[in-house]
T-cell receptor
């Protein structure tokens, strides 16, 4: 069964550094998403992306965040200058025309 | 403000002991309600989508139902492998993309 793949599984970064989280969505999907889950808290929507542009974003997704689909298979989340509070699990999701979003297993981001 | 609450926060069942998990939601027009299962260190795994009050979906030992204000996930004769966190999420008609998750119910099924 096709699945969403995320790399790396764990990323450790110094505060203030830039980090890029990578995702390979399911191949025939056209809608892409990033969510985060701080330890012990809810899964929170960050951003959705369709047709090479952001379609919706939350108040969490401020100027330090950006997303990109650099080629036909990858979807990335960049955090420009990381803060301690960016430590969380980051999940990528994708869907086709149906409503159901399918999630990857996440990247655990640890900011030191 | 759109929001989702779930109860109980944690549930411990003996194998074979049936029960229900509750999801209450407040949303400005429901586009869809989703149930996901999340295992430790993993992403949410899709279980069901419900679109309108009165709708029911079943899969193995799980059955999801929907009313205008809440959804229930019924677990019949659970097995230890059903142990996981069950997440409820909603999508409002005002948003085509954003899904709002509840805090989840952590289920433990004891052999």
């Amino acid at each position: 069964e096709p699945e969403v793949t995320q790399t790396p599984s764990h990323q450790v970064t110094q505060m203030g550094q830039e980090v890029i989280l990578r995702c390979v969505p399911i191949s025939n999907h056209l809608y892409f998403y990033w969510y985060r889950q701080i330890l012990g808290q809810k899964v929170e929507f960050l951003v959705s992306f369709y047709n090479n542009e952001i379609s919706e974003k939350s108040e969490i997704f401020d100027d330090q965040f950006s997303v990109e689909r650099p080629d036909g298979s990858n979807f990335t989340l960049k955090i420009r200058s990381t803060k301690l509070e960016d430590s969380a699990m980051y999940f990528c999701a994708s869907r086709n025309d149906r409503a159901v979003q399918h999630f990857g297993d996440g990247t655990r981001l640890s900011i030191l | 403000e759109d929001q989702v609450t779930q109860s109980p926060e944690a549930l411990r069942l003996q194998e074979g002991e049936s029960s229900s998990l509750n999801c209450s939601y407040t949303v400005s027009g429901l586009r869809g309600l989703f149930w996901y299962r999340q295992d430790p260190g993993k992403g949410p795994e899709f279980l069901f989508t419900l679109y309108s009050a009165g709708e029911e979906k079943e899969k193995e030992r799980l059955k999801a139902t929907l009313t205008k204000k809440e959804s229930f996930l019924h677990i019949t004769a659970p097995k230890p492998e059903d142990s996981a966190t069950y997440l409820c999420a909603v999508q409002a008609k005002t948003s085509y993309d954003k899904v709002i998750f509840g805090p989840g119910t952590s289920l433990s099924v004891i052999p």
